[in-house]
């Protein structure tokens, strides 16, 4: 049986999260660049941005309470 630790579930999340900001930068550099510069973009640009800063906030209140050197057996 393999024993896995939390913490490499943290660090596959962690690339994600990276691998979002990446996206997140590239797609707000085309926005601003080359898309409207409305309200209604600026808008939308806010609220994406506050629901992903809420979603960070949320993850990183309840991964405070995780023993990350847990290990489970797969």
């Known amino acids: 049986m393999i024993e896995i630790s939390?913490?490499?579930l943290l660090i596959i999340y962690g690339?994600?999260?990276?691998?979002?900001?990446?996206f997140t930068v590239f797609?707000?550099?085309?926005l601003?660049?080359?898309?409207?510069l409305?309200?209604?973009?600026?808008?939308?640009t806010?609220?994406?941005l506050a629901i992903?800063?809420?979603?960070?906030f949320i993850t990183y209140t309840y991964g405070q309470l995780i023993d990350w050197n847990t290990t489970?057996?797969?």
């Open 72 to 74: 489970f057996v797969i």
């Open 32 to 36: 601003f660049a080359y898309g409207f």
């Open 52 to 56: 992903t800063i809420l979603l960070l």
């Open 6 to 8: 939390l913490y490499t």
């Open 38 to 44: 409305s309200f209604s973009s600026f808008l939308v």
């Open 27 to 30: 797609n707000l550099y085309h």
């Open 15 to 22: 690339l994600g999260l990276v691998l979002f900001v990446v």
């Open 46 to 48: 806010f609220l994406f």
